[in-house]
């Protein structure tokens, strides 16, 4: 189903209502191909490229350090922040607010879920030479994100050739879902312990664009015990 330029609300509520929603409810994740269609979608691979000609992607950040263990043994992406108002992400912005229109109706259908905010956009390249990410949770401890959003850009993908295949584990299966990163294919999934996942090892430079939406209870709880915990910190050092 390809979107260019105008998308109707019924095209995007019929989407969510009929494709997004209940695949996700039944397998815990769900992935749309051609979303945009070609002339959009080149546009917003067209800006990423730029990005990553011009430098603004830096090595993706870890949760937290191990010693011993090099960064790039456990992701070998460089990535860059993007809110999509910034100079030259116009399509990127198009990208973004279609998909802020379709979680919007899959929202109130999703279990009582209170999403209403998204984290900024996670441009990412994998630049081809072996690197991948190695199984991890997006939200093991509860931080608030809930449905994370990942949008491919790569063209004449060959996962036998190229690898960079996502490979979810779903909780309690026996079956792996592998999810080959083609371009204008959006896929959703929980982003709790339900869905571990890794990115095998790319041979060829692999683009996505990431965004999570929070269930905004579960992110308001996790600012809070943040804030609780900064204050006992803060009180320990000056004691």
Not at 48 to 61: A, I
Not at 131 to 137: E, I, L, R, S, T
Not at 201 to 224: G, L
Request: with cysteine; charged share 25%; aromatic share 10%.
């Amino acid at each position: 189903m390809p979107f260019i330029e105008h998308v109707s609300d019924s095209d995007l509520e019929r989407l969510a209502l009929e494709r997004v929603v209940p695949t996700l409810l039944s397998r815990g994740y769900c992935y749309v191909d051609g979303l945009l269609g070609e002339v959009a979608g080149d546009a917003v691979l067209d800006q990423v490229k730029e990005m990553h000609r011009s430098g603004q992607l830096q090595d993706g950040r870890l949760a937290g350090s191990v010693p011993g263990i090099h960064r790039n043994s456990i992701r070998g992406d460089k990535v860059a922040w993007v809110s999509g108002s910034e100079r030259g992400c116009e399509a990127i912005s198009f990208l973004l607010n279609l998909i802020d229109k379709l979680i919007s109706v899959c929202a109130r259908r999703l279990g009582g879920k209170a999403i209403r905010e998204r984290s900024e956009a996670m441009v990412a390249c994998y630049p081809g030479n072996g690197a991948g990410y190695v199984k991890h949770v997006d939200n093991p401890n509860c931080d608030g994100r809930c449905i994370t959003c990942i949008y491919y850009l790569n063209k004449n993908w060959d996962a036998k050739e190229h690898g960079g295949v996502l490979r979810i584990f779903p909780e309690g299966e026996s079956y792996v879902a592998d999810i080959k990163p083609l371009f204008d294919r959006l896929l959703f999934f929980w982003s709790d312990r339900r869905n571990p996942h890794e990115v095998q090892p790319s041979y060829s430079t692999r683009y996505a664009i990431t965004v999570w939406y929070f269930d905004s209870e579960e992110r308001a709880k996790a600012k809070r015990r943040f804030r609780d915990l900064t204050a006992q910190q803060q009180g320990s050092s000056s004691s």
